[in-house]
Structures are given as C-alpha cells and as structure tokens.
C-alpha cells in the first residue's frame, strides 16, 4: 500500500513549484535590485513589503517542519489541544499589532539587539545578540532542517542527508536575494504551503471516512469527534498523558502567553517582517498573519488526529509508525504523504518543502541580520561601508546553514518529539527576555543590570527548575496541577516552570531597579505616547472578529 517514492507526476508538480517559486524570487531580485541597496533595504526590504506580504511572510516563516511534522505529531499524540499554539498566537498578533510593533517603528529599531542598546547599553545588546544567533543556528535551524529532512526523505526515499543538504542548499539562494526576495517569494511559498496542506487534510479525512464505510469529509470529522473524542479538547485534564506538555488552563492564564508574546513581539525572526514598514501596513500584515493562523490547525493538527484513528484501525502497516523500536507520533504527517494518490502527493510535498525553505530562509536572514548590524558593524567593523556589510550578511548566511546542517543530525531533535524540543529549549530563555522587554517598553525605570538578571538569572532558574525533580520531590505542588508523574518523577510542565520563572525576572528587575533608583533614571531614549497605540478602525473591527473566533473555538471545544 505504501509508496515510498516520488512518481513522475509527483516530481512534475514538485518542479513547477520549485520554478515557479525560484524564477519569482529572480525576477523580484532583478526588479528590485536597482533601488535602495543598503543593508537596511537588503535585511528588512525597507518601505518595499504590502501589508499581504508582511502577512505571507510571517507566516510561512512561522509554518515549518515544526508543523507539518511535530505539530501534526503532536495532534496525534495529545489531539485538538496542540491547538492553542495556533489560536493562541492569532491573539498575540493583535497585541503585538496595538502595543509592541508602534514602539518600534516610531524609535526607528531595526533589530531587536539595538532595542536593548538604546533602551538599555550595549553589553546588555551585545549578550543577548550573541545569544539568539547560538540560538537561533542551534534550536531553531537544527530542528527545521532535521525534522523538514526527516519528512522529505520518508516521502522521497531519498537519503536524510541529501534532502537535508537540498532544502539548505534551496534556502541558502532565496536568502541570498535579501528580504525583498524572501518576503515576495514567501507569498508564493504560502499559496503552495494552504493549498498542499488543505489538500492532505482533505484526503486523511476521507480516508476515515471510507474506512468507516462511508463518504465525504463532513461524516469524515463526524467519525474523527466520535472515534477519537478524547482528541478534541482545548483544556486538558491532569490525568491525561499529555497534561506535562499543555497544562490545563496555563495555555489561557499562563506559560503560553510567555511563548507567543516573546515570539511573535521580542524576536528578530518575526518581527523583521513588519520593522521595515509603515505602521499601518505593519499593522495590516500582522492583521492578515492572525487570520492565517487560525486556519492553520485545519493543515497541520487534523492529519494527525486522522493519522490516529487510522493507526488505531490498522489501516496502516505495524512498522509504519515506528522509529527505534518506539511509537513516533512525529512520522503521522509523512506517512499520510505517502498514501495520497499521484499529483496529490508531488503538491503536497512541495507544500512541506514551501514551508520548510521559507522558514529556513527566514531564519538565516534574520542570523544574518543580528550578525552583520548588531556584531559585526558595532565590534569588528565600525567603519564598514554598505556593501561591506551586505556582503558580510551573505557569509553569515552560509555560514549558519552549513553549522546547522553539520550539527542538526547530533541533537536527538527526534527522540524528544520536535515541537516540544523547540518549545522547551526556546523556554530556558523566553521569560526573561520577554520580562526585559515588556518592563523596557512600559516602565522607564527598569534599569541595565536589571535587564542582565533577567537574562542571567532566568536562564540560570530556567535550568534549576528544569533539574530539580530529579533531586527533591515535588509531589507536594501535584494538587494544584504544578507537578505531573514522569516516570515516578513528578516534574514541573516546562509552561507552568517559564510563568514561575517570568514572575521571579520580574520581580528581581523591579527590586534591582528601585534599589538602582539613587542614580539618574534612565528613560532608554524611547519615544512613546498613547496616541500611538491607538488602530484605526479598519484594523480594530478584523482585530475583534479574530477574538470573536478564538472564543467561539474554545467555547465549543472546551
């Protein structure tokens, strides 16, 4: 029944995206290449990017491997609840729209390095710089490459390497283009990114709907909800396996609100996206991503529910979902790939590799920009002229696939179950990066060394919590739903342990900060007022119907 292989029609559909997508970003590339060609125009695309391609990049370089493959995993592990990254995040967008994005485009900031320089000094910049690239090369590219990789090859056939070198390889030249290359080319990336995706969560519906002996995709979810119920709840309970990776209503009160805020508002990555722009078209692009990301668990977290029920029916052979001799949720979104029919199976891998290049080139860009305008220009060569330093920004972009490449294979990103490695890891940092940034917008007396406990200090309790259970027993935190059983071990949820060490980085800023208050108060050199926060009414009514649906979709499947 399997076919581990591309057929012609398959590589066919595969190659008119690849040309469709290559011969875009060079005839962008040539278009544009007679404008501004400073390194702001070549990292950010300064004043070039509309609010829909503001919108299509942020979330093609938001839907990744990470997805397609953990995500959907994690859809067949736990259901409907992995979820709340998504909608979750669809919220997020509009807070980052009203209060975070006007902070920056009115005080000119370019990388979120020069924030922390005028808000706070440069050694805290140049820390924090240093640390997102290790970042940003080990977590985040490893996971996309190796998890994009493991896709690629199940559907392929073709050796792990060698789609792992390819995708890079096809990320490396669209990066090399700069952002107005990466932003319009990621309009297309998403097209093939919704229209592959819808088109595998149309056939994995359909697909249990014949095996129920029926047809058509409303009796297919109707037979999901049925077969699978437990799958479709938002909230989940202590007593669920899955309670340590989404603690109950800490995905509505809690650590969640950590991850997103620091995600989509305090990281180069994203946020590069809209700093190039106006702030209506920045605003309108975030607008537009939020609508996206509603849509997005109907691609990436249905196939896996559907993957499930279908294991569970023995649709598919024993060995299929299997990887060292243990259950691999994350194989559900590539063993779906390989049952859909001729054509099918070419778009929706091109769907999957769309996502994969635009997130990689997305990153690279931003490793890039950090490097080139935040190390580079500041402590190696101050006085670098423009070319100097797009040419630098290039070999960094190289240079990081490369090291993502060499490295990704060694980091076990497999065993721990993707999603939940990026997560994890991504928050030793989160809370206090998130605290120095949200007490450096809104509280003029955060001062330096606050923000470098912060960044210390969070770490450093981040890694405590994270070892703790395996010296002290913390049973004593379970009837409050702070400590789940682990194989006799009861551990702290990595979300409840980001809030507790957010709410400990504020509070440390906050005492430091009013012990440091004798001296003269650093202000940051921000410019704020109220005025600036204020949407217009366009923007305020789609902000209103994206809460409108995320609080109907928790009311129904609460």
Same mark, same amino acid.
């Given at each position: 029944?399997?076919? *581990?292989?591309?057929?012609?029609?398959?590589?066919?559909?595969?190659?008119?995206?690849?040309?469709?997508?290559?011969?875009?970003?060079?005839?962008?590339?040539?278009?544009?290449?007679?404008?501004?060609?400073?390194?702001?125009? @070549?990292?950010?695309?300064?004043?070039?990017?509309?609010?829909?391609?503001?919108?299509?990049?942020?979330?093609?370089?938001?839907?990744?491997?990470?997805?397609?493959?953990?995500? $959907?995993?994690?859809?067949?592990?736990?259901?409907?609840?992995?979820?709340?990254?998504?909608?979750?995040?669809?919220?997020?967008?509009?807070?980052?729209?009203?209060?975070?994005?006007?902070?920056?485009?009115?005080?000119?900031?370019?990388?979120?390095?020069?924030?922390?320089?005028?808000?706070?000094?440069?050694?805290?910049?140049?820390?924090?710089?240093?640390?997102?690239?290790?970042? @940003?090369?080990?977590?985040?590219?490893?996971?996309?490459?190796?998890?994009?990789?493991?896709?690629?090859?199940?559907?392929?056939?073709?050796?792990?390497?060698?789609?792992?070198?390819?995708?890079?390889?096809?990320?490396?030249?669209?990066?090399?283009?700069?952002?107005?290359?990466?932003?319009?080319?990621?309009?297309?990336?998403?097209?093939?990114?919704?229209?592959?995706?819808?088109?595998?969560? @149309?056939?994995?519906?359909?697909?249990?709907?014949?095996?129920?002996?029926?047809?058509?995709?409303?009796?297919?979810? *109707?037979?999901?909800?049925?077969?699978?119920?437990? *799958?479709?709840?938002?909230?989940?309970?202590?007593?669920?396996?899955?309670?340590?990776?989404?603690?109950?209503?800490?995905?509505?009160?809690?650590?969640?609100?950590?991850?997103?805020?620091?995600?989509?508002?305090?990281?180069?990555?994203?946020?590069? !996206?809209?700093?190039?722009?106006?702030?209506?078209?920045?605003?309108?692009?975030?607008?537009?991503?939020?609508?996206?990301?509603?849509?997005?668990?109907?691609?990436?977290?249905?196939?896996?529910?559907?993957?499930?029920?279908?294991?569970?029916?023995?649709?598919?052979?024993?060995?299929?979902?299997?990887?060292?001799?243990?259950?691999?949720?994350?194989?559900?979104?590539?063993?779906?790939?390989?049952?859909?029919? $001729?054509?099918?199976?070419?778009?929706?891998?091109?769907?999957?590799?769309?996502?994969?290049?635009?997130?990689?080139?997305?990153?690279?860009? $931003?490793?890039?920009?950090?490097?080139?305008?935040?190390?580079?220009?500041?402590?190696?060569?101050?006085?670098?002229?423009?070319?100097?330093?797009?040419?630098?920004?290039?070999?960094?972009?190289?240079?990081?696939?490369?090291?993502?490449?060499?490295?990704?294979? *060694?980091?076990?990103?497999?065993?721990?179950?993707?999603?939940?490695?990026?997560?994890?890891?991504?928050?030793?940092?989160?809370?206090?990066?998130?605290?120095?940034?949200?007490?450096?917008?809104?509280?003029?007396?955060?001062? $330096?060394?606050?923000?470098?406990?912060?960044?210390?200090?969070?770490?450093?309790?981040?890694?405590?919590?994270?070892?703790?259970?395996?010296?002290?027993?913390?049973?004593?935190?379970?009837?409050?739903?702070?400590?789940?059983?682990?194989?006799?071990? @009861?551990?702290?949820?990595?979300?409840?342990?980001?809030?507790?060490?957010?709410?400990?980085?504020?509070?440390?800023?906050?005492?430091?900060?009013?012990?440091?208050?004798? !001296?003269?108060?650093?202000?940051?050199?921000?410019?704020?007022?109220?005025?600036?926060?204020?949407?217009?009414?366009?923007?305020?009514?789609?902000?209103?119907?994206?809460?409108?649906?995320?609080?109907?979709?928790?009311?129904?499947?609460?």
């Amino acid at each position: 029944m399997q076919q *581990h292989y591309l057929s012609t029609a398959d590589y066919v559909v595969f190659l008119i995206y690849f040309f469709v997508v290559s011969g875009y970003g060079l005839w962008i590339y040539q278009r544009k290449k007679s404008e501004a060609s400073g390194s702001k125009d @070549y990292f950010l695309a300064e004043g070039s990017l509309t609010w829909w391609a503001i919108g299509s990049s942020l979330i093609a370089s938001n839907i990744s491997a990470e997805q397609f493959v953990a995500m $959907s995993g994690s859809g067949f592990k736990m259901g409907l609840a992995i979820a709340a990254y998504e909608w979750m995040a669809a919220v997020t967008l509009v807070v980052v729209a009203v209060f975070f994005i006007p902070v920056y485009l009115k005080n000119r900031i370019f990388t979120m390095p020069q924030f922390l320089h005028q808000r706070y000094n440069g050694t805290v910049a140049m820390i924090m710089a240093v640390f997102w690239l290790l970042l @940003y090369v080990i977590v985040n590219l490893t996971s996309i490459l190796y998890l994009g990789a493991i896709a690629a090859s199940t559907v392929s056939g073709i050796n792990l390497n060698v789609c792992m070198y390819a995708m890079a390889f096809f990320a490396i030249i669209i990066t090399l283009g700069g952002m107005k290359v990466i932003g319009y080319t990621d309009v297309i990336q998403v097209f093939f990114l919704v229209l592959g995706g819808l088109a595998t969560t @149309y056939l994995a519906i359909n697909l249990v709907s014949a095996k129920f002996g029926t047809t058509g995709v409303f009796n297919g979810l *109707h037979l999901m909800y049925t077969q699978a119920n437990d *799958h479709f709840h938002m909230i989940l309970k202590p007593d669920n396996p899955s309670f340590i990776d989404l603690p109950g209503l800490t995905v509505l009160l809690g650590g969640l609100w950590i991850v997103n805020l620091n995600y989509w508002g305090c990281n180069q990555y994203i946020t590069q !996206r809209a700093l190039g722009a106006d702030l209506p078209t920045a605003r309108g692009g975030l607008l537009f991503a939020a609508f996206l990301k509603l849509m997005m668990p109907i691609i990436v977290v249905l196939p896996g529910i559907a993957a499930f029920i279908l294991y569970k029916q023995n649709v598919f052979g024993a060995g299929e979902f299997m990887q060292g001799g243990e259950l691999n949720p994350d194989r559900a979104y590539p063993v779906l790939l390989n049952i859909l029919p $001729s054509g099918l199976k070419g778009l929706s891998f091109a769907a999957l590799t769309a996502a994969v290049v635009a997130s990689l080139a997305g990153k690279a860009n $931003s490793i890039a920009t950090i490097f080139t305008l935040d190390i580079y220009k500041k402590a190696i060569n101050p006085n670098a002229s423009e070319k100097t330093l797009v040419n630098t920004g290039k070999i960094a972009v190289v240079v990081a696939m490369i090291l993502g490449a060499l490295i990704a294979p *060694h980091l076990g990103i497999d065993k721990k179950g993707g999603f939940t490695y990026i997560q994890e890891y991504t928050g030793f940092v989160s809370p206090g990066i998130f605290a120095m940034f949200i007490l450096g917008f809104f509280w003029k007396k955060a001062t $330096s060394s606050a923000a470098l406990f912060a960044t210390i200090g969070g770490f450093l309790l981040s890694v405590v919590l994270k070892f703790l259970p395996g010296y002290a027993d913390l049973s004593g935190l379970a009837p409050f739903g702070y400590a789940v059983p682990v194989n006799g071990v @009861y551990e702290i949820p990595f979300l409840d342990r980001m809030g507790f060490v957010f709410i400990f980085c504020i509070v440390g800023m906050v005492i430091i900060s009013l012990l440091e208050s004798r !001296r003269t108060t650093r202000t940051g050199g921000l410019e704020i007022d109220t005025s600036m926060f204020r949407p217009n009414p366009t923007f305020t009514a789609g902000a209103l119907l994206v809460l409108g649906i995320v609080v109907a979709l928790y009311s129904v499947f609460w």
